[in-house]
């Protein structure tokens, strides 16, 4: 049983304000395995006024200091990887394997790809006469969600230090272990006092008072667009910039050649991944009419190959986060038998031998038509809808038919098709075949959000500019 009763302000583990605290449910025994100490407003006034104070020291480094705190972090973070997944296990369910694998290797990748691109960031340029300045933001609230816990709040807190800035860490009440041992191994590496700060709590009593909070300069959030929403809206008053990065609903276009049926099987396995409870998952496959009982076969293969079992063994998925989110996603397969839609693998309820855990089988749905909820609703569990298309036009308008613009993703061994295809998909990011890149944006279109993450292109957020006019 975990228990972190501590907040990380100003250099400190403090106690908090008040005594209230929060429990954390294993989503595999559905059993309470930890206590972490939930904040008010008043812890989160003094971690503003410990990032304020830190600020014109921080934002006055130079980049061989703030890279030295980073490669610290660096040894810090490798060495405390197998803490981070055990935590990642307890807290929202991962397995072994991704836990120990994608899930901590996402961090550390931020970590190195903050620190590649601030060696060559260009902070200063002249322009004419002018000087064009980017300079540190301020104090900023970040306010992250459960699913990738400790690669998004690293994908924050490293373009943060990065870039001269000062913070409060909000992780989700739901993951709050990892933002834990994330704040020991900041103390471990030597992080000035005060440059980083750590409030656990609620997003209604804690994340509201940050976002609204007149000390904050700038917020960046991962989560719902609901909460997203509630966001901008408390920071509006302050003229906060609001970074978002929200929900998603993504298109992954099958073209009909090259290897097909490898192109289901693995537009099937990446949906299926961390039980679906990825922002950017694949969850609309469209292939071609014509071929769309290969598509079925193939993805009930697929899906079949998917084991889904105790996290701490070695099962392909685990549970999904909570009670609530199980219950959500069954009444959304639910919505799906009902409107219509083949349930060609998987369905409502536990799989057989799991009847502790909030498990789901991993589901497909075949005919599937774009109006359906199933089509349009994050559903954020291992269901994936499998829609037909005539030709490449109507696969576009099918994939583009959507609020959502997070990510996209094109299969097919003609490449310049595939290019011309991602070209025309309105999504801030767009895989051809599989390809992932750490230094690359990564953000949303539509209501999948407005922010910018990931590499040298992370640090916009961070920063402000300035034109120093004849400066010269
Ligand atoms: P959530 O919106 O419920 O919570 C996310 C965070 O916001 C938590 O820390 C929560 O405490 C806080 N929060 C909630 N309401 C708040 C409020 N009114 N004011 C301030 N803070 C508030 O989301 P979740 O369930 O933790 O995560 C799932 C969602 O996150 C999905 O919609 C998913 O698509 C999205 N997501 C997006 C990305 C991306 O990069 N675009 C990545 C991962 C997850």
Same mark, same amino acid.
């Given at each position: 049983?975990?228990?972190?009763?501590?907040?990380?302000?100003?250099?400190?583990?403090?106690?908090?304000?008040?005594?209230?605290?929060?429990?954390?449910v294993?989503?595999?025994?559905?059993?309470?395995?930890?206590?972490?100490?939930?904040?008010?407003?008043?812890?989160?006034?003094?971690a503003?006024?410990?990032?304020?104070?830190?600020?014109?020291?921080?934002?006055?480094?130079?980049?061989?200091?703030?890279?030295?705190?980073?490669?610290?972090?660096?040894?810090?973070?490798?060495?405390?990887?197998?803490?981070?997944?055990?935590?990642?296990?307890?807290?929202?369910?991962?397995?072994?394997?991704?836990?120990?694998?994608?899930?901590?290797?996402?961090g550390?990748?931020?970590?190195?790809?903050?620190?590649?691109?601030?060696?060559?960031?260009?902070?200063?340029?002249?322009?004419?006469?002018?000087?064009?300045?980017?300079?540190?933001?301020?104090?900023?609230?970040?306010?992250?969600?459960?699913?990738?816990?400790?690669?998004?709040?690293?994908?924050?807190?490293?373009?943060?230090?990065?870039?001269?800035?000062?913070?409060v860490?909000?992780?989700?009440?739901?993951?709050?272990?990892?933002?834990?041992?994330?704040?020991?191994?900041?103390?471990?590496?030597?992080?000035?006092?005060?440059?980083?700060?750590l409030?656990?709590?609620?997003?209604?009593?804690?994340?509201?008072?940050?976002?609204?909070?007149?000390?904050?300069?700038?917020?960046?959030f991962?989560g719902?667009?609901?909460?997203?929403?509630?966001?901008?809206?408390?920071?509006?008053?302050?003229?906060?910039?609001?970074?978002?990065?929200?929900?998603?609903?993504?298109?992954?276009?099958?073209?009909?050649?090259?290897?097909?049926?490898?192109?289901?099987?693995?537009?099937?396995?990446?949906?299926?991944?961390?039980? =679906?409870?990825?922002?950017? $998952?694949?969850?609309?496959?469209?292939?071609?009419?014509? *071929?769309?009982?290969? /598509?079925? %076969?193939? #993805?009930?293969?697929?899906?079949?190959?998917?084991?889904?079992?105790?996290?701490?063994?070695?099962?392909?998925?685990?549970?999904?986060?909570?009670?609530?989110?199980?219950?959500?996603?069954?009444?959304?397969?639910?919505?799906?038998i009902?409107?219509?839609?083949?349930?060609?693998?998987?369905?409502?309820?536990?799989?057989?031998?799991?009847?502790?855990?909030?498990?789901v089988?991993?589901?497909?749905?075949a005919?599937?038509?774009?109006?359906?909820?199933?089509?349009?609703e994050?559903?954020?569990?291992?269901?994936?809808?499998?829609?037909?298309?005539?030709?490449?036009?109507?696969?576009?308008?099918?994939?583009?038919?959507?609020?959502?613009?997070?990510? =996209?993703?094109v299969?097919? $061994?003609?490449?310049?098709?595939?290019?011309?295809?991602? *070209?025309?998909?309105? /999504?801030? %990011?767009? #895989?051809?075949?599989d390809?992932?890149?750490?230094?690359?944006?990564?953000?949303?279109?539509?209501?999948?959000g407005?922010?910018?993450?990931?590499?040298?292109?992370?640090?916009?957020?961070?920063?402000?500019?300035?034109?120093?006019?004849?400066?010269?």
């Amino acid at each position: 049983m975990r228990e972190y009763l501590k907040f990380y302000i100003g250099g400190q583990w403090v106690d908090p304000a008040e005594s209230s605290t929060l429990e954390v449910v294993n989503p595999a025994t559905e059993k309470v395995c930890g206590t972490v100490a939930s904040g008010s407003p008043a812890d989160v006034d003094r971690a503003v006024a410990a990032a304020r104070d830190a600020f014109s020291s921080w934002s006055a480094t130079s980049r061989e200091e703030r890279l030295t705190i980073l490669r610290n972090i660096l040894t810090e973070y490798q060495n405390r990887m197998g803490d981070l997944a055990a935590a990642l296990t307890e807290e929202m369910g991962a397995p072994n394997a991704l836990a120990n694998g994608f899930q901590v290797n996402l961090g550390a990748g931020h970590l190195t790809t903050a620190i590649d691109a601030l060696e060559n960031f260009v902070f200063e340029e002249q322009q004419g006469d002018s000087l064009i300045v980017k300079e540190p933001i301020g104090v900023c609230g970040l306010i992250t969600p459960w699913n990738w816990p400790i690669s998004l709040i690293a994908v924050k807190v490293f373009p943060a230090l990065a870039t001269g800035c000062t913070m409060v860490l909000k992780p989700s009440e739901k993951s709050p272990f990892t933002g834990q041992i994330f704040t020991e191994i900041l103390d471990a590496a030597g992080v000035p006092a005060g440059v980083f700060n750590l409030v656990q709590g609620d997003g209604p009593t804690v994340g509201a008072a940050l976002s609204a909070h007149p000390g904050v300069d700038m917020i960046s959030f991962t989560g719902s667009t609901r909460a997203g929403i509630d966001i901008a809206t408390n920071a509006a008053p302050g003229v906060k910039r609001v970074s978002q990065e929200l929900g998603g609903k993504s298109p992954n276009i099958i073209l009909d050649d090259g290897d097909f049926a490898e192109n289901v099987a693995k537009g099937v396995a990446t949906m299926m991944m961390n039980s =679906g409870q990825t922002c950017s $998952a694949p969850s609309r496959m469209l292939v071609p009419n014509s *071929r769309m009982a290969e /598509a079925i %076969s193939a #993805a009930q293969e697929a899906a079949s190959q998917v084991t889904v079992g105790d996290p701490g063994g070695d099962s392909a998925i685990g549970p999904v986060v909570s009670e609530a989110q199980f219950e959500k996603i069954q009444s959304l397969i639910d919505k799906g038998i009902g409107e219509g839609a083949t349930l060609v693998a998987g369905g409502l309820g536990r799989p057989d031998d799991l009847p502790t855990g909030y498990y789901v089988r991993p589901t497909v749905f075949a005919d599937v038509t774009n109006n359906m909820t199933i089509a349009r609703e994050e559903i954020f569990g291992p269901v994936l809808t499998i829609l037909g298309y005539d030709n490449i036009d109507d696969a576009i308008d099918i994939a583009n038919d959507t609020e959502y613009g997070l990510a =996209g993703f094109v299969a097919g $061994a003609d490449l310049e098709q595939a290019r011309a295809v991602a *070209r025309r998909i309105r /999504a801030g %990011s767009v #895989a051809i075949n599989d390809g992932f890149d750490f230094a690359a944006p990564f953000g949303g279109y539509k209501k999948s959000g407005n922010g910018r993450e990931w590499g040298g292109f992370g640090f916009h957020d961070y920063l402000e500019i300035k034109g120093m006019l004849g400066y010269t």
